[in-house]
């Protein structure tokens, strides 16, 4: 078991029925984002991927024409897990969708189970009818333990919802999710890289259009000044609180030797050894996708990173 | 028990026994040398690698989240193995004496197995399977590929796949699942558990499998297209999603449809109106009182826990019951199943609801005519009765007169399954 699918990320997507999960797996499953995405499907009814776009057919397994894998939970998470981990060199990464009603914390636990690498805990919800599902008799506890344990809420369907829902949905995201970061979305339209991270560190930004950078801000960060372990804390702490997605090279003080790996999903962060620098010059170089005004850019000495219409102020929700 | 039971009778090969839960196991040291298990691997959050005293050497046990990424290298036995194992797994049956049992949740795989081994002629007794509601769109897609309709959409002509036996085998109606189990603290109850849930919440309930919303869809298709359901619920609240979801799908009791709440243990006294109301029959697990009914208690309070599959109470409601032993939950063994109906004692030796206790007739009638009503054949099994099938067993004493004390010893002379004897004791 040991050295299979050690690198590969999972993301765990969840949400309550019509909070856009379906929407946005069929993005994924048929988007051109050049990532081979295994997807494990976990709820009842099927996916309605277009027949077309579907190159082979093997029990509960779809392969997908962009290199994209859908698989059912049917008999098991685990089960289907186990069948991504044996096919992980032609993967990039695993999406799982959780049933409705399911927990992601222990969802969670079952994937390190694997030894796999939880790269995030992404919670959509539909933003008219939140507080209707959290009053539910039946799932509104659920519900509630479903956003407390994500990493990043999407708040979906914001052309359907009116003022007056909108800012019950604010008020019950910041009783049951206080300090959770919030996306704004319309049908699920979400940028990959918030999803699935940004391709590589350094310099390069994946470009979106934008409509998204309306609402996404990318920023780096750069010190060539090596910083301690404690204030690579107090950086996270930073991003953790205005950035959805975070990755780059840190330049520890007590270890300027070694490349350490800085990654964040929301509110989950990790920093770990990452090999040595080689040929890169050592410096902390962070990427972020952020909600941050221009304001924080000078606190943050942040640096815009494209330019021209991505510094547009955005609300955060 | 460790990797040291095991070793000295398998040293070669790897064995993996598996605790009934299914929420663990043991090893032994080949079986976690192929799981890449050794004193160098870390326990895993949430999961438990028992350790040998005064080292690091695993002892074999796995919990948890160590135990369930096994499955990702574990063989699974061929259908030519599974085929020549359909005769040894039948004769846990005929030799206590059943003739008809139930598959309780058929997997799409499991079902074309099924249709194998019968068409094989295989089948010794007869085998009403359960298709898993997760597994219908699959089997759509096979069955009926030209069928245009939503995930979950029937098409029309569905029922008439169910109700008839070919070679022994037979749909009975659809397996729906709403919550788990009220021992792994993983059912739905609407008051709080008094011990917390599995890791320590405070004000637990557990939870619900589907959302609501899910399971009216559902069963307002099965209603609609007349398939017959069997919903595993054992909280109260898992129960009244069961009712919601018949109720808003317009079942009714005058319909004669039998929807099967499986277990239906952690009732309340207003639910077995509803039942009436809707015409739905529990399927009991008595044996709970027996295995888990301590555990219960400490967990639900004794007056809920005594309230578990409440036979004597439905019975004064005029309603129709089974019961069941979940094998191999519980031991394949109708006496026993018949013995926690009547005593309903713990094992610590509390009479758990002394007043849903209920008499031996109507204990054997809970596995034998009652159930034959759920599965629509009570016109030819489940009494002695001319024009009847010789489904038969011979006992080596009257069950409805010993002591129910001494009914587990009670003995099976000989087995028939129409008319032909399928097992016969060893003289």
């Known amino acids: 078991m040991e050295g299979t699918g050690m690198t590969l990320p999972v993301t765990i997507l969840g949400g309550y029925l019509g909070a856009g999960k379906t929407t946005l797996l069929n993005r994924i499953l048929t988007g051109d984002h050049g990532q081979r995405i295994g997807v ?23 392969s997908l024409a962009n290199g994209c894998v859908c698989c059912s939970a049917a008999d098991g998470t685990g089960e289907a897990l186990a069948g991504f981990i044996r096919r992980a060199d032609r993967l990039d990464r695993i999406v799982i969708e959780m049933s409705g009603v399911a927990e992601p914390a222990r969802l969670a636990q079952n994937v390190a189970a694997f030894r796999l690498n939880v790269d995030g805990v992404i919670v959509l919800v539909d933003a008219e009818q939140l507080p209707s599902q959290l009053a539910n008799r039946y799932v509104g506890r659920t519900v509630a333990r479903c956003l407390s344990q994500a990493d990043l809420i999407v708040v979906n369907k914001l052309d359907l919802a009116p003022p007056e829902a909108l800012a019950e949905t604010g008020a019950a995201l910041d009783r049951h999710a206080p300090g959770t970061l919030r996306l704004r979305s319309v049908q699920a339209d979400i940028p990959m890289a918030v999803l699935f991270g940004l391709e ?110 991505k510094d547009r102020q955005t609300q955060p929700f | 028990m460790t990797r040291d039971d095991l070793d000295p009778h398998f040293p070669d090969n790897p064995v993996m026994l598996i605790h009934v839960s299914n929420h663990g196991c043991v090893l032994n040291s080949v079986g976690l040398a192929i799981a890449g298990i050794d004193a160098s691997t870390p326990t895993p959050d949430g999961g438990l690698i028992m350790r040998r005293e005064g ?221 009436v109301e809707l015409g739905i029959s529990p399927s009991f697990f008595t044996g709970h009182t027996f295995f888990w009914g301590d555990v219960h208690i400490e967990n ?31 031991p394949m063994d109708p006496m026993l199943m018949m013995q926690s109906a009547i005593l309903r004692t713990t094992r610590s030796g509390v009479v758990l609801g002394p007043d849903q206790r209920v008499d031996a007739l109507t204990a054997l009638r809970a596995l034998t005519i009652d159930v034959a009503w759920h599965y629509h054949e009570e016109d030819t099994k489940g009494s002695i009765a001319p024009g009847k099938l010789a489904d038969l067993v011979i006992l080596d004493r009257n069950p409805i007169t010993t002591d129910p004390a001494a009914l587990l010893e009670i003995q099976v002379l000989e087995t028939y399954k129409e008319g032909v004897s399928v097992w016969k004791a060893p003289a």
């Open chain 2, 55 to 275: 080292s690091n050497e695993p002892a074999g046990l796995l919990m948890e989240t160590a135990f369930l990424p096994l499955f990702a290298n574990m063989p699974k036995p061929g259908e030519a193995d599974l085929l020549a194992l359909m005769e040894k797994a039948q004769e846990i049956y005929t030799s206590r004496g059943v003739t008809t049992a139930q598959e309780g949740a058929t997997h799409k795989p499991d079902l074309e197995f099924l249709m194998r081994a019968a068409d094989e002629g295989r089948l010794v007794i007869d085998v009403v399977s359960l298709p898993m509601v997760l597994d219908v769109p699959a089997l759509i897609r096979e069955y009926a590929p030209d069928f245009q309709g939503g995930p979950m959409e029937l098409p029309d002509t569905t029922a008439q796949a169910f109700g008839t036996y070919r070679n022994r085998l037979k749909l009975g109606g659809v397996k729906l699942f709403v919550d788990g189990s009220p021992q792994g603290k993983t059912a739905f109850w609407t008051e709080p558990l008094l011990t917390g849930g599995p890791a320590g919440e405070a004000d637990y309930v557990g939870f619900p499998l589907f959302p609501p919303e899910a399971v009216n869809a559902v069963m307002a298709e099965f209603v609609k297209k007349g398939i017959q359901t069997y919903t595993h619920a054992n909280g109260d609240a898992a129960i009244d999603m069961v009712i919601d979801g018949l109720r808003q799908g317009g079942a009714v009791s005058a319909d004669d449809r039998r929807d099967v709440v499986i277990h239906s243990q952690f009732m309340r006294p207003d639910q077995l109106d509803a039942y």
């Open chain 2, 300 to 330: 639900v309070g004794l007056e809920r826990a005594s309230f578990i599959s409440p036979m004597a109470a439905a019975k004064a409601k005029g309603i129709r019951f089974g019961n069941h032993s979940d094998f191999s939950v519980t």
């Open chain 1, 40 to 62: 494990i499907v976990n709820d009842f009814g099927a996916l309605n991927v277009d027949a077309r776009l579907i190159v082979a057919h093997d029990g509960d397994t779809v």
């Open chain 1, 200 to 309: 590589r560190v350094g310099s390069e930004v994946p470009a979106w259009d934008t409509d998204h950078a309306a609402l996404h801000v990318t920023w780096i960060r750069e010190n060539s000044a090596p910083m301690s372990r404690v204030e690579a804390e107090e950086m996270a702490a930073d991003l953790v609180a205005r950035a959805v997605r975070a990755k780059g090279h840190v330049l520890l003080s007590e270890a300027p030797d070694q490349r350490h790996l800085y990654q964040q999903v929301g509110r989950r962060w990790t920093l770990v050894p990452d090999g040595s620098w080689g040929a890169e010059r050592a410096a902390t170089r962070i990427v972020a996708i952020g909600i941050a005004s221009p304001a924080d850019r000078s606190t943050y000495n942040l640096v815009s990173a494209g330019g021209a219409p």
